[in-house]
């Protein structure tokens, strides 16, 4: 069945975040391409982690001849490399249609704290292990203890610590840890007790805008 829509106005809005300089809700007159909304955002953060999920609820309107609304009867998601939109190629760049929830994927952080040089919050990306987070929060403090770190990691709601030898690593005798989402890695400090339980690190995330409370743009 096919139910023709006179008033535009009452179709479900997008919702455009993640990794983008501005997240924004948007009122669709007319079926824009994903990178017309990206460029409305602002564009794309340095956060981000290489992804766009688009997630399309069940009951939002498919494409028709941009007049019709066609309940959608089951859900989908559309997984996309920003790497292939930047390509121009097209399957990347797909038309949005009212109620999409379009996700900039973030890269999920690493925090490094303790003996290095530059404790620092870290993007996730592919290949991130303990030695290259530590290289990369500045390597190890004159009051850090060389040669070793701990990762504390949160797994299926339990606490997990992880003994590193940065020493072997580094003559190649083990295997780099690569590292996962909001691992707190560890160098300890001279004259400071080591430490059994994770150090609590604020998560920012608690501030974000929920979707209702977003900016809303109206694209004629």
Known sequence: MTVRVLDRSSRPQVLLTGAVRTPLRFQLRRNPRLNELLIRTGGITDLASGEISIFRPVGT????????????????????????????????????????????????????????????QLSLRSELTVSRAVAAAGGIAKDGVSGTATIFRRRDGRS?????????????????????????????????????????????????????????????
């Open 61 to 120: 309107a498919c494409v028709a001849d941009g007049i019709d609304f066609v309940p959608r009867k089951e859900p989908a998601t559309l997984s996309l490399k920003i790497a292939d939109l930047l390509k121009g190629v097209e399957s990347a760049n797909p038309i949005i249609e009212s109620g999409d929830i379009v996700e900039v994927v973030p890269a999920w952080p690493v925090y490094v704290i303790g003996g290095v040089n530059n404790p620092m």
């Open 160 to 220: 997990q610590v992880i003994d590193v030898d940065l020493s072997k690593i580094e003559g190649g005798s083990e295997e780099d840890i690569p590292l996962a989402a909001y691992d707190i890695v560890e160098v300890p400090q001279k004259g400071k007790e080591k430490r059994k339980f994770p150090p609590v690190i604020d998560d920012q995330s608690a501030n974000r805008l929920s979707g209702d409370q977003l900016p809303m743009r109206v694209i004629d």
